[in-house]
């Protein structure tokens, strides 16, 4: 469906993107995850054609998008704080694109109600952008780049700066709403939890690249080197030179012992996942993750059991310019 | 690669920024090198003309005094309104600003009417009318800073064990310090420059830089020495500016910036005495003039309907010159102003918006010289042609257009016009469907200001409005000029109709203006 190939982005003397390979199936959703600067807004600004590559190409459905401009690439696009028309109300924003494209405004004012109604803003046709809350503003923005139906919508961190509930509970809608109408969907995050959520792919990108393409399962289960797994939030990570062995918290168990090697030194609960961390003797320290109750309380000794089955062996980084045969597993 | 044509863009910006620089070079640049080519070369060189020292004296310590005196005034006024909450405060602020926006020659006729026999003209008469003229300056900037001071502040200070007076002292004017300097540099320029206040009530020997070029260049032919000592003006304001930007740069921003819904607050106590002092005082000071011009109107209003010896028309055909004269005056320097807005907004703010806004500092009055010895040879001999008049005040209006749209341009999120972009707006849709109704507003409001600016414009009508297409300042400094209480009477019944037309031109844009940025 959509596919970059080779982009390249110069900006202040650094590449912002050094050679970008991404695919997007149709119907699906990749999430580009990745540290502020990686890279991750300019290719979407990219592939918007907000900004101009210096080398490589942008195709959809199999037809180019070189010097195609961006209001003829029907492709939408969210920002993080929505860009709303502020001299316009809700319907007048939602009817934008549909007024570009021409539609009649009766058949516009029907499609209005309806996308209103997806995103369950039903009935709020003219209220004013500046009496709006903050979820209602997403869900005003949403609509408005749905309405044209673009072949692709892109998504710039458009929920961050909302409160944690709030962010949890449109992550889930948002996931709902684009299997619901097969909706492709490129979305540009920092957040781990979010793009594990929201994506049927992940794309992790550092510093102008794509570092590893993966479903989150596989991301989770197989890192494409030490740094993708510590930045997924893996970090029983033990650097041997060129070779890593990442181990999965969930693969780690304390067992209460008195002549054990290591001390409980923190234990933290997120919902239902206790996450513990003790110390060797030696120094190195080791995290544990486990659902139901958790015995241990920091100063506890333990000896700690590894399942042979949660550890693997990684690089300790992919060579910079030739992408790693790992890396590839999900490109192409 | 891909995107829409770039150099096709950089051609449109180019066109675009062309129209207002071409306007430029032939009605400022060129006039302004006329004048320095006729100060250096013609017979003489550059040699002042005598007495030129104690012009630049006079002309600077009157502007210093006049700024000290604006702030002593201003500032009660300004704590007032930057402070509390009160019934008719908003009718006070739009109060204010009616000097500011009256004509210089309104303003001096009006105290020619107020003040007794025998002060009338001099320096105390031009001392009150330039205090009356920029107390809004005074008042409006301070006022507004004032009411972004997060009270928190002074309230930690007293938590501290500071006093009242230590309070004001150490934690409130340092906050106020740029809003301070910014308005004291703002008051010297206009009071260096004043042109109309300073000719009608200086009375004879009472000359600044910016009347003795008039002088020299309309009533005595030395054009030579008008054009030198325009030159030296010249150096003078480029000086000033210099000035009062270093005094900026050293005061800093404001530190602490709060909305002012949370800090005005209801007068108690002793400051409901204060408060009301204030009002009272401002009142009076801001009324008075005023109504003794429109007593001395009366009975002078059917003379406008008679042939005087004074002008070539009738008087009241002089309010119709003016209107129309200032109507495309205005057009003109939305045109101009809107076209170079659109440029400097497509950059941050610096520099080249000081290019711009340059006509501003360059005084009216050589504007008006320099069209006088710039279009009088063929085939630029246009000092008979009628649209001079529009051409000269738009140029001084088109600064403040420049002022009020660039800033309301450059505050429109970029993103907007990206989504517009995705949504599938073409380039020129965007503009139209997003950039244009966000700055519509500040449009309006510009062109209120800039007919208001050009219907009062003095210091370049007077040197190139005809004898028989009078515009009103000129017509009312016509009848100044001739004794008697009759000219006197035309002169104020004609100032009470310029200050109705222009009050009520600003109220309509201040109105429009409301809600989204202030004018000023």
């Known amino acids: 469906m959509l596919s970059v190939r080779g982009a390249r982005v110069a900006m202040g003397g650094h590449e912002a993107l050094a050679g970008v390979d ?93 996308l209103l109604d997806l995103v369950g803003l039903g009935g709020r046709e003219h209220r004013r952008v500046a009496s709006l809350s903050g979820g209602e503003r997403k869900r005003v923005a949403l609509a408005r780049a749905l309405a044209p139906s673009p072949q692709v919508l892109l998504l710039d961190e458009p929920l961050g700066a909302l409160d944690r509930a709030l962010h949890d509970r449109l992550v889930t809608e948002l996931r709902g709403l684009f299997d619901e109408i097969r909706q492709t969907a490129v979305y540009v995050t920092h957040d781990v939890a979010e793009a594990f959520a929201v994506g049927t792919q992940v794309a992790v990108m550092r510093e102008g690249m794509i570092a590893q393409v993966a479903t989150p399962e596989r991301l989770w289960a197989a890192p494409a080197d030490a740094w993708v797994a510590r930045f997924i939030g893996l970090t029983n990570i033990d650097e041997r030179g060129g070779t890593s062995f990442v181990t999965r918290p969930e693969g780690v168990v304390f067992r209460s012992d008195a002549s054990g090697d290591a001390l409980v030194i923190s234990s933290h609960r997120d919902g239902p996942v206790v996450t513990l961390c003790a110390r060797y003797d030696d120094g190195r320290e080791i995290v544990s993750a486990h659902t139901g109750l958790a015995p241990l309380t920091p100063g506890a000794r333990v000896s700690v059991e590894i399942d042979p089955a949660a550890v693997v062996e990684v690089p300790t980084t992919i060579a910079r310019e030739a992408p790693h045969p790992s890396a590839g597993d999900a490109v192409g | 690669m891909d ?33 320095l080519e006729r100060g250096l070369t013609s017979a003489g060189g550059l040699s002042l003309p005598a007495g030129t020292g104690a012009l630049l004296w006079f002309t600077a310590w009157q502007a210093a005094a006049s700024t000290l005196l604006t702030l002593a005034a201003g500032l009660p006024l300004a704590w007032a309104i930057g402070r509390f909450r009160f019934r008719g405060r908003s009718l006070a602020r739009a109060l204010v600003l009616v000097p500011f926006v009256l004509p210089t020659v309104v303003v001096a006729t009006a105290f020619l009417a107020l003040l007794p026999a025998g002060y009338e003209r001099g320096i105390w008469a031009i001392l009150a009318a330039h205090v009356f003229f920029n107390i809004a300056v005074v008042t409006r900037v301070v006022g507004g800073a004032w009411s972004t001071i997060d009270p928190a502040s002074s309230e930690a ?79 003078a304001v480029a000086v000033v500016l210099a000035v009062a930007s270093l005094l900026e740069a050293r005061a800093g921003p404001a530190s602490t910036l709060a909305d002012e819904g949370s800090v005005l607050r209801r007068p108690i106590g002793r400051e409901r005495i204060a408060l009301a002092a ?25 003379a406008l309907f008679r042939e005087t010896p004074a002008l070539l028309v009738e008087p009241w055909q002089a309010a119709v010159y003016s209107v129309a004269f200032a109507s495309l005056a205005a057009l003109i320097a939305l045109v101009v102003g809107g076209l170079a807005a659109v440029t400097l907004a497509r950059r941050p703010a610096g520099a080249v918006d000081g290019f ?10 050589m504007l008006g010289f320099g069209f006088l010895i710039a279009f009088d040879t063929a085939p630029l001999d246009f000092r008979s042609s009628w649209w001079l008049v529009p051409v000269a005040q738009s140029l001084v209006a088109a600064p403040f257009v420049v002022r009020i749209v660039a800033p309301a341009l450059r505050s429109i999120d970029p993103r907007l016009r990206e989504v517009a972009a995705t949504l599938g707006a073409a380039p020129a849709r965007a503009w139209r469907e997003v950039d ?9 409001v510009a062109a209120g200001f800039a007919f208001a600016i050009a219907l009062g414009e003095f210091g370049a009508t007077v040197f190139v409005a005809r004898a028989e297409q009078p515009t009103l300042p000129v017509a009312i400094f016509r009848f100044l000029g001739r004794p008697g209480a009759e000219n006197q009477g035309l002169a104020a019944a004609l100032a009470v109709v310029l200050a109705g037309i222009v009050v009520c031109a600003a109220l309509a844009a201040e109105r429009v203006a409301e809600g989204r940025g202030r004018a000023l």
Do not use: C
């Not at chain 1, 195609?68 to 993080?80: A, D, K, Y």
């Not at chain 2, 995107?3 to 096709?8: E, K, Q, R, V």
């Not at chain 2, 863009?9 to 066109?15: K, P, S």
């Open chain 2, 157 to 235: 200070a007293a938590v501290l064990g500071a006093g009242p007076w230590r309070r004001a002292r150490e934690v409130t004017l340092p906050q106020l310090a740029p809003a301070l300097s910014a308005s004291a540099a703002l008051t010297f320029l206009f009071t260096f420059t004043s042109f109309g206040v300073i000719l009608i009530l200086g009375g004879p020997g009472r000359a600044t830089l910016e009347t003795e070029i008039y002088n020299r260049a309309a009533r005595q032919f030395d054009l030579h020495a008008a054009a030198v000592l325009s030159l030296l003006q010249l150096v």
């Open chain 1, 22 to 114: 991404l695919d997007v199936e149709r119907g699906t959703t990749v999430a580009v995850l990745g540290p502020s600067g990686s890279g991750k807004s300019t290719l979407l600004r990219a592939i918007a054609g907000l900004q101009r590559l210096d080398d490589g190409s942008v195709t959809l459905g199999g037809r180019s998008l070189a010097g195609v401009p961006p209001h003829r690439r029907e492709i939408g696009l969210m920002f993080q704080d929505d860009a709303l028309f502020p001299h316009r109300d809700v319907a007048a924003n939602v009817s934008f694109g549909l007024r570009m494209q021409g539609v009649a405004p009766p058949a516009a004012a029907a499609r209005v109600a309806e």
């Open chain 2, 3 to 35: 995107t829409n044509s770039p150099a096709l863009r950089r051609g449109w910006h180019v066109a675009v920024a062309l129209v207002p620089a071409a306007f430029l070079a032939l009605f400022f640049a060129f006039p302004l090198a006329s004048i």
């Open chain 2, 356 to 365: 711009v806004l340059l006509p501003l500092g360059a005084s009216a009055v």
């Open chain 2, 278 to 302: 204030v009002l009272t005082a401002a009142a009076l000071v801001l009324v008075l003039p005023l109504a003794v011009l429109v007593r001395r109107s009366l009975g002078n209003w059917g």
């Open chain 2, 436 to 444: 244009l109704p966000l700055v519509g507003r500040a449009f309006a």
